[in-house]
């Protein structure tokens, strides 16, 4: 059974920084492409940024608002996705899921607040 | 303002069909790029519904169906059900963006 376990999130001064992390298991983790998308609280989804296996370069790719912020990278050999989140803001607010499309972690909260 | 447009809501009786629209554009959809849609239960995490345009997932009913055309996509669902009531998002990737869109997302209410 797949299973996606993210950790990490709690509540955090504007300014502070942050890192998420994602256990995955029940696939092959080191083929995945995988991806971080945010719900804001009463809002819709958003796409934060990707990560591409390291067999097709291991590149990532973000969204404009996080650019430069956020910063996704993986552990192959411990199944493990992460997202470290610097300067962070209060439109940071959200749920941050780890995903590979096809499958859906529960969700961390962030909340950036005074 | 999402970059794909979906209809903020949608409803329907119980056994009635009903369709959610998602309009993009020449960067997204009119690209060619797949259609994704997710159904989203109240204080849960979105499943995928639908993929790659008209594909379901093992085990989602084949009341959901999706289509797409030009630069748009629809999800139609057929024998509305109460338990369908959710927020629903359809999904694509965007040259110009280099990543993944999403509509607004549309909630689904079961008179």
């Known amino acids: 059974e797949v299973q996606l376990v993210e950790s990490g999130g709690g509540l955090v001064k504007p300014g502070g920084s942050l890192r998420l992390s994602c256990a995955a298991s029940?696939?092959?983790?080191?083929?995945?492409?995988m991806s971080w998308v945010r719900q804001a609280p009463g809002k819709g989804l958003e796409w934060v940024g990707r990560?591409?296996?390291?067999?097709?370069?291991?590149?990532?790719e973000y969204a404009a608002p996080v650019k430069g912020r956020l910063t996704i990278s993986r552990d192959d050999s411990k199944n493990t996705l992460y997202l470290q989140m610097n300067s962070l803001k209060t439109e940071d607010t959200a749920v941050y899921y780890c995903?590979?499309?096809?499958?859906w972690g529960q969700g961390t909260l962030v909340t950036v607040s005074s | 303002q999402s970059v794909l447009t979906q209809p903020p809501s949608v409803s329907g009786a119980p056994g009635q069909r009903v369709t959610i629209s998602c309009t993009g554009s020449s960067s997204n959809i009119g690209a060619g790029y797949d259609v994704h849609w997710y159904q989203q239960l109240p204080g849960t995490a979105p499943k995928l519904l639908i993929y790659d345009n008209y594909n379901r997932p093992s085990g989602v009913p084949d009341r959901f169906s999706g289509s797409k055309s030009a630069t748009s996509a629809s999800l139609a669902i057929t024998g509305l059900q109460a338990e369908d009531e959710a927020d629903y998002y359809c999904q694509s990737s965007d040259s110009s963006l280099s990543g993944w869109v999403f509509g607004g997302g549309t909630t689904l209410t079961v008179l």
């Open positions: 029940g696939f092959t983790f080191s083929n995945a492409w």
């Open positions: 995903t590979t499309r096809t499958h």
């Open positions: 990560i591409k296996s390291k067999t097709d370069g291991g590149t990532t």
